[in-house]
């Protein structure tokens, strides 16, 4: 029989690495919560039109990567392959952007059929933000601060701010000309795929990875020198409001997204620990997506965060799954129910406690125990129930069993996991 695998793109998150997400999504949702967004929680699933009309249908996304299939009522389905479309819908929706300001975030898997490699699956994660409401440059400024905030959240400091602005429709058009009369005379330096988006979406051709076609673009026009002098104060002040923010940024006029709904001001945050995929951060203004998806005309802006990528940096800082604090052992049915009435009242205590089930000699038992990383064995037999005692056990450090009272064993553990604990910082302070 073929042994079953997971679908190539699609990794599993084992309970080490889960640890290690958990301690990076609670940072970045405390920093979300302290800058006043609110959690909203939306379908895997949608239409294939809502990613059609917003991200454009010449985008690789839509073009090449996204899954779409037929349903059973014979409508286009897509999995989502970004979150702003499916968050900007959903706002429409339900009427969250009438004559309101909304600052929204949302966690979850998305899905693109790329080429799998470091940073970058078929099935990834982001952390997305979107602010809809606001038009000046204040609330762009504020979302990158938000974002240096969970970097200093985890203590990452070797992330870079690269900024630019795309000025609006009119001067992206303006430059999109320039740039391709530019390229034109070019196109044999190109690679195939920047060929292809010279006729489709040659912005992203900016964005090229490919040597030759960077060399080819040295002399470019700049997508600066097109901006009309309202995108100009615009992005003019977003730089005053990040120097008084103190956070460092590098303008490049190169900078794109590789989605037709961005306008004005695009950022990215950088690593160069992370190989060719360096980008853990990125987003921008998208002030005519919510008219473009059937709202009023809304100006919005927001940002996507990759948890692979963010897990990457931060794996190194943060210790796997925190082992129990006790491993109940017992012997006989009736201390085995008694046994697991006792773990429930040290869990109201707050105690992390892993009760065995099943038949086990006490040898085999204690084994577990150790396996579990448990710093105690409470020892719960029919002897020990008849006389209300516990027997609890030291499996880490130098103490020595002791027998104590059902009602002290809280106790008991209690002191004996302190004092594990200190013999650990101890070793880890050495």
Same mark, same amino acid.
């Given at each position: 029989m073929t042994r079953l695998q997971s679908i190539k793109g699609m990794k599993d998150i084992l309970p080490a690495g889960a640890a290690i997400w958990q301690h990076a999504e609670y940072a970045a949702r405390r920093v979300l919560e302290a800058y006043g967004y609110r959690e909203i929680r939306l379908p895997l699933l949608e239409k294939t039109e809502v990613f059609?009309?917003?991200?454009?249908?010449?985008?690789?996304?839509?073009?090449?990567?996204?899954?779409?299939?037929?349903?059973?009522?014979?409508?286009?389905?897509?999995?989502?392959?970004?979150?702003?479309?499916?968050?900007?819908?959903?706002?429409?929706?339900?009427?969250?952007?009438? !004559?309101?300001?909304?600052?929204?975030?949302?966690?979850?898997?998305?899905?693109?059929?790329?080429?799998?490699?470091?940073?970058?699956?078929?099935?990834?994660?982001?952390?997305?933000?979107?602010?809809?409401?606001?038009?000046?440059?204040?609330?762009?400024?504020?979302?990158?601060?938000?974002?240096?905030?969970?970097?200093?959240?985890?203590?990452?400091?070797?992330?870079?701010?690269?900024?630019?602005?795309?000025?609006?429709?009119?001067?992206?058009?303006?430059?999109?000309?320039?740039?391709?009369?530019?390229?034109?005379?070019?196109?044999?330096?190109?690679d195939k795929d920047s060929q292809h988006r010279l006729r489709t979406n040659p912005l992203r051709i900016l964005d090229s990875k490919d040597e030759k076609t960077r060399n080819a673009l040295a002399d470019a026009p700049s997508i600066l020198d097109s901006l009309d002098s309202k995108s100009r104060d615009h992005f003019e002040s977003l730089q005053q409001h990040l120097r008084a923010f103190g956070i460092p940024f590098r303008v490049n006029p190169r900078l794109v997204r590789g989605l037709d709904y961005y306008s004005l001001t695009v950022f990215e945050w950088t690593s160069d620990r992370l190989g060719a995929q360096g980008t853990v951060c990125a987003g921008g203004r998208y002030d005519g997506l919510v008219e473009q998806l059937g709202g009023k005309p809304v100006p919005a802006v927001g940002f996507a965060l990759g948890i692979e990528r963010l897990v990457e940096l931060v794996s190194n800082a943060v210790k796997g799954p925190e082992n129990p604090d006790a491993y109940m052992v017992t012997l006989g049915s009736a201390?085995?129910?008694?046994?697991?009435?006792?773990?429930?009242?040290?869990?109201?205590?707050?105690?992390?406690?892993?009760?065995?089930?099943?038949?086990?000699?006490?040898?085999?038992?204690? !084994?577990?125990?150790? !396996?579990?990383?448990?710093?105690?064995?409470?020892?719960?037999?029919?002897?020990?129930?008849?006389?209300?005692?516990?027997?609890?056990?030291?499996?880490?450090?130098?103490?020595?069993?002791?027998?104590?009272?059902?009602?002290?064993?809280?106790?008991?553990?209690?002191?004996?996991?302190?004092?594990?604990?200190?013999?650990?910082? !101890?070793?880890?302070?050495?």
């Amino acid at each position: 029989m073929t042994r079953l695998q997971s679908i190539k793109g699609m990794k599993d998150i084992l309970p080490a690495g889960a640890a290690i997400w958990q301690h990076a999504e609670y940072a970045a949702r405390r920093v979300l919560e302290a800058y006043g967004y609110r959690e909203i929680r939306l379908p895997l699933l949608e239409k294939t039109e809502v990613f059609a009309r917003s991200i454009g249908t010449q985008t690789d996304i839509v073009g090449k990567e996204m899954y779409t299939f037929t349903d059973r009522d014979g409508d286009s389905i897509s999995l989502r392959p970004e979150g702003t479309a499916g968050c900007v819908r959903a706002g429409i929706q339900h009427g969250l952007f009438h !004559k309101q300001q909304q600052r929204l975030y949302y966690f979850g898997p998305m899905f693109r059929h790329e080429r799998p490699q470091r940073g970058r699956h078929r099935q990834f994660h982001q952390i997305g933000a979107e602010a809809v409401g606001w038009e000046g440059p204040d609330i762009d400024a504020e979302l990158i601060a938000l974002v240096a905030r969970i970097w200093r959240e985890l203590n990452l400091d070797e992330i870079v701010l690269e900024i630019n602005s795309l000025g609006d429709l009119e001067a992206r058009n303006k430059y999109r000309e320039k740039l391709v009369e530019f390229l034109s005379t070019r196109a044999s330096q190109l690679d195939k795929d920047s060929q292809h988006r010279l006729r489709t979406n040659p912005l992203r051709i900016l964005d090229s990875k490919d040597e030759k076609t960077r060399n080819a673009l040295a002399d470019a026009p700049s997508i600066l020198d097109s901006l009309d002098s309202k995108s100009r104060d615009h992005f003019e002040s977003l730089q005053q409001h990040l120097r008084a923010f103190g956070i460092p940024f590098r303008v490049n006029p190169r900078l794109v997204r590789g989605l037709d709904y961005y306008s004005l001001t695009v950022f990215e945050w950088t690593s160069d620990r992370l190989g060719a995929q360096g980008t853990v951060c990125a987003g921008g203004r998208y002030d005519g997506l919510v008219e473009q998806l059937g709202g009023k005309p809304v100006p919005a802006v927001g940002f996507a965060l990759g948890i692979e990528r963010l897990v990457e940096l931060v794996s190194n800082a943060v210790k796997g799954p925190e082992n129990p604090d006790a491993y109940m052992v017992t012997l006989g049915s009736a201390a085995r129910r008694a046994g697991m009435v006792l773990g429930e009242e040290l869990r109201d205590a707050g105690l992390r406690v892993v009760c065995h089930c099943g038949e086990g000699s006490i040898k085999n038992q204690l !084994k577990r125990a150790d !396996k579990s990383g448990a710093h105690v064995a409470v020892i719960l037999g029919d002897d020990e129930l008849a006389s209300g005692n516990c027997i609890v056990k030291p499996l880490r450090g130098e103490n020595k069993q002791v027998t104590v009272q059902q009602p002290d064993v809280l106790a008991a553990v209690s002191a004996f996991v302190g004092t594990s604990n200190s013999e650990t910082d !101890k070793e880890t302070n050495r």
